[in-house]
């Protein structure tokens, strides 16, 4: 079996969510891991199940929506995260574990490996750990000289595998930054405000594609893995997807099984 290793965007929002989805519900998987590295096409706001239990979840999706911001309910955990074209996502497929394999081992190994290439990108104190007031708070969470959070992840492990998904702000624009604080306050989240910023704030010479480009030689190292694409089927099938926002990716994929 191949370590696959895929870069640049696949679609629009909701395709790129999509995407990583389907490949988790892949059964025989012809991959051990399969890791998708891009910078997003468009500016998503990128909700959990967690937070369709606030009664502030329709307001926070109005929020989304009026702000330029497509709105879905990723398949990974934790809270809202928002994003554009000033971040970086990293969605990494393992079809070899399973829930035992779920939690914060998982978790600690991907945030150091994380701060090993922030480290290397210039004059960044990457450091893992959660920092007060930050959104979607995470003891494995990856700040910056302990003041702002730059780097959040979430998991999804399912009996096909697992799926371990990193937002990686680098330039976080006035619009990110104020559809984070006004889409917590909405679903009553805490917010320290100046805990949002992204890695530019500290090394203003990188961009989004730099950092991308940095995490793919990373991955490409440090797992051996193979360049690759996203595979054709998986990017035709979500490139159908539609649905009323808040956009429900699990939802939508069962609805909606592919058969190759």
């Known amino acids: 079996m191949n370590n696959l290793l895929a870069s640049g965007s696949a679609g629009n929002a909701i395709t790129e969510l999509v995407i990583p989805a389907l490949l988790l519900r892949t059964p025989n998987a012809p991959w051990s891991q399969l890791v998708h590295v891009y910078v997003p096409s468009g500016r998503t706001v990128a909700f959990s199940g967690r937070d369709l239990r606030s009664p502030g979840i329709a307001e926070a999706t109005a929020i989304a929506r009026a702000a330029g911001f497509e709105p879905v309910v990723r398949s990974p955990g934790g809270r809202m995260v928002a994003y554009d074209g000033g971040a970086v996502v990293i969605d990494h497929l393992d079809s070899t574990t399973d829930i035992r394999h779920a939690g914060a081992s998982t978790f600690a190994a991907n945030a150091e ?23 979607c708070p995470g003891e494995f969470s990856v700040n910056v000289a ?115």
């Open 113 to 135: 490996a994380h701060v090993r290439v922030l480290r290397g990108l210039g004059p960044i104190d990457a450091r893992v750990g959660e920092v007060p007031g930050e959104y």
């Open 146 to 260: 302990g003041e702002v959070k730059v780097v959040g992840s979430a998991q999804r492990v399912t009996s096909t595998g697992s799926l371990f998904s990193t937002v990686v702000q680098v330039a976080v624009s006035d619009e990110v930054h104020a559809v984070i604080t006004d889409v917590s306050k909405a679903l009553g989240y805490e917010l320290r405000e100046s805990s949002i910023a992204g890695l530019a704030d500290y090394e203003p010479s990188l961009t989004a594609e730099t950092v991308a480009e940095a995490f793919v030689a990373d991955y490409r190292t440090r797992l051996g893995m193979t360049p690759a694409e996203v595979p054709g089927w998986a990017l035709a099938h979500a490139s159908t997807a539609r649905g009323e926002a808040p956009f429900h990716v699990d939802d939508w994929t069962r609805a909606h099984p592919v058969t190759r």
